[in-house]
């Protein structure tokens, strides 16, 4: 596919699950659903942009489209003038349901200008976490999608940091998805400003319970995804998923809020698991929710040159 002789690259992006109950703003996880896009350059300064699958009728066609805004931030960044550009993209993440829509298209326009800059400025690991949170604003959902696997993220003088994790392979997640919308900033609005030091602890406890649940010992799951910083308060605004949220914890399944929700997420101690967490949602939903049996993907987002015929 080329347009005008133009540069074309492929960006494969997972989708992401942040949280994971108690760890707020910090873990993340990498989803195997995947937005992919193609990107050309053309000759002129144009935006051409076409959009199939998940918001394909409401994302913007120009130039504030958040793809070719990260891309412009990049190009920004290095000191280089943006080509027009031809965009392709096949988007499957599903939009405004705490699966890191926004954080994907971010990570895949600073991972389409990293293709087309190479052999010119290279774009490493730490400038693209960097430029993914400053378009962001923070980095747990965009190092996931970046890096793939378990991502443990922070900030420090020099910026955002991250460690990823391999997680044990017993790991598997159910994702459930609704038909409905939360916006993150609103979300974001009403967990509390301050805790109390138990509340604290209890989270502080909980995270690092998590991380070993995580990579050693999947049958810790259900007690190390507890939370008392951000799930409660955010309930009111979501009770379907704070219904079933609850419904799964008490037969024994670690459901948590995905990202700002309203998305659920289980994390199952085996695959098997998951069909009784699905009957689970289908006994006590009262509202359709899409069951996604999903891997944890482990390899983060791609970009490769874009041949004609390759897939």
């Not at 027009?84 to 926004?102: D, K, Q």
């Not at 790991?171 to 509340?199: K, N």
Request: with cysteine; glycine share 10%.
């Amino acid at each position: 596919m080329t347009h005008d002789g133009g540069r074309t690259v492929a960006v494969r992006v997972p989708a992401t699950s942040a949280n994971l109950g108690p760890g707020f703003d910090t873990l993340g996880l990498a989803l195997s659903v995947y937005d992919e896009l193609t990107v050309t350059t053309l000759p002129d300064r144009r935006v051409e942009i076409s959009v199939v699958g998940e918001g394909a009728d409401a994302v913007p066609k120009d130039a504030s489209h958040l793809v070719v805004r990260a891309m412009a931030y990049a190009y920004e960044a290095c000191s280089r003038k943006m080509p027009g550009v031809h965009l392709a993209a096949r988007n499957v993440i599903p939009h405004g349901r705490g699966l890191g829509s926004s954080g994907a298209a971010v990570v895949a326009g600073l991972l389409a200008a990293k293709g087309l800059l190479a052999g010119d400025v290279e774009l490493g690991p730490e400038a693209l976490l960097r430029l993914a949170t400053e378009l962001e604003g923070h980095p747990d959902n965009v190092a996931p999608a970046l890096f793939g696997g378990l991502t443990i993220a922070w900030m420090d003088e020099d910026g955002p940091r991250h460690k990823k994790l391999l997680v044990h392979r017993g790991v598997s997640p159910l994702v459930f998805v609704p038909e409905f919308t939360m916006s993150t900033s609103a979300a974001r609005e009403l967990a509390p400003l301050q805790v109390t030091r138990e509340d604290a602890v209890f989270n502080v406890s909980r995270s690092a319970l998590l991380i070993a649940a995580l990579t050693q010992s999947p049958e810790l799951l259900l007690a190390a995804t507890e939370d008392k910083l951000h799930q409660s308060y955010r309930a009111q605004a979501m009770p379907e998923t704070d219904r079933l949220v609850r419904a799964l914890r008490a037969r024994g399944y670690a459901a948590v809020v995905s990202g700002a929700g309203p998305s659920v997420l289980v994390l199952a101690d085996g695959p098997g698991r998951r069909l009784g967490a699905a009957e689970v949602a289908a006994s006590v939903a009262d509202t359709p929710w899409e069951a996604l049996m999903l891997a944890v993907d482990f390899k983060g987002a791609t970009v490769r040159e874009y041949t004609e015929g390759s897939t």
